[in-house]
């Protein structure tokens, strides 16, 4: 009878489901700005994928739970579970989160798909912030940034650079901006609107169309000078602690993965539509719009270019993961330009891949 009552047990037990897990998730954009309707879309995603008596994720807006530049750390340490972010603000921790996030005149949206999805960006996003106890999942995508928006003076010329205050987010970018004679003002983007109004800065850049005009830039500034050179394209995605992820089953970490490729495509036609329409939008709000020449764009390449070399040689994880880019570049260019004018993007005359190579050593 005893044999009997315990293998009655063992049966119960073995049948009942695993313990459900509930995460804590935050992002470092606050509800103000579009860019975090990202982190939502994931999250309702997972919640249509996963059963709730396996994973339950309760999302914060930006700055409910910690300052946004804390939620790395909070992650880390394992405080929260979950985090959504732009690599890039990491980079005074390694510099090799920065082409993790954006490349000055470089990667389009569909280059950073196309390298993490099957060129192998997904390996060294999980192996730089492995670093750090984390697990990676790249889940959303930008094209280029709008560009820099002033208050007084217009930037239609590389001289209109020289000796302005710009809010500018990015280690590369930041020497680039110095080497045209501008100066570099770090402030997180929740910052942006008052420094305009105030007179602190001369002009700023953040994001996309869409996500620029729900700041309200459009009231506190008077010029638009674009493309967005700076940051050609941003990629955001989640960072989850490591022993949060080892706890999940394979199948749900199988699920997750799954609506982070979703949101990796939706968001990039998400906020191109948004883009589109907030272009729109500066216009009838009294904007005045103006791109930099051909010749400009040239010049800045060369800049980036040599920014790019620099910064990859002082660290070699940072000069692995532009190796990595730039190798994709080199090998997707013959397709890609053969299939001219049909292609997706273009392949620009880039940095030196060998000479990056040999600092990635």
Not at 75 to 102: H, K
Not at 112 to 126: P, Q, R, S, T, V
Not at 294 to 307: F, R, V
Request: hydrophobic content about 40%; some cysteine.
């Amino acid at each position: 009878m005893k044999r009997l009552m315990t293998a009655a047990a063992l049966s119960l037990t073995a049948a009942a489901p695993a313990t459900a897990e509930t995460w804590t998730m935050t992002s470092t954009w606050p509800s103000s700005l579009e860019l975090i309707e990202i982190d939502k879309h994931w999250v309702e995603l997972v919640s249509q994928l996963v059963d709730e008596e396996k994973l339950t994720i309760e999302f914060y807006d930006g700055g409910a739970l910690v300052p946004a530049g804390e939620v790395f750390g909070a992650v880390e340490s394992g405080t929260i579970q979950a985090g959504g972010d732009w690599p890039g603000y990491w980079a005074g921790r390694d510099s090799a989160f920065s082409p993790l996030s954006t490349t000055a005149s470089l990667f389009n949206a569909v280059d950073y798909i196309n390298w993490i999805k099957e060129w192998g960006g997904a390996d060294l996003y999980n192996e730089v912030y492995g670093k750090f106890g984390m697990v990676y999942l790249p889940y959303g995508v930008t094209n280029n940034e709008s560009g820099f928006r002033t208050t007084e003076k217009a930037i239609k010329t590389l001289d209109d650079i020289k000796g302005l205050r710009l809010r500018l987010s990015g280690l590369e970018q930041g020497k680039l901006l110095e080497k045209l004679g501008g100066n570099q003002v770090s402030m997180a983007g929740g910052e942006i609107y008052q420094s305009l109004e105030r007179g602190v800065i001369d002009g700023a850049e953040f994001s996309t169309p869409n996500v620029d005009f729900s700041g309200g830039f459009q009231q506190v500034t008077k010029h638009w000078s674009t493309p967005g050179w700076h940051q050609s394209s941003s990629v955001f995605g989640v960072m989850i602690n490591q022993a949060s992820w080892d706890a999940l089953d394979e199948d749900t970490q199988n699920r997750l993965k799954i609506a982070a490729d979703a949101n990796l495509l939706w968001s990039l036609s998400f906020t191109e539509k948004g883009a589109t329409e907030a272009f729109a939008k500066f216009k009838e709000a009294g904007t005045e719009i103006s791109r930099l020449d051909d010749a400009a764009l040239e010049q800045i390449q060369k800049l980036a270019n040599e920014t790019i070399e620099e910064v990859a040689c002082e660290n070699p994880l940072s000069a692995k993961v532009y190796a990595s880019q730039l190798a994709y570049l080199q090998d997707y260019a013959s397709w890609r330009d053969a299939s001219a004018p049909f292609n997706l993007g273009r392949t620009p005359d880039g940095p030196d891949l060998a000479k990056i190579q040999e600092c990635a050593q």
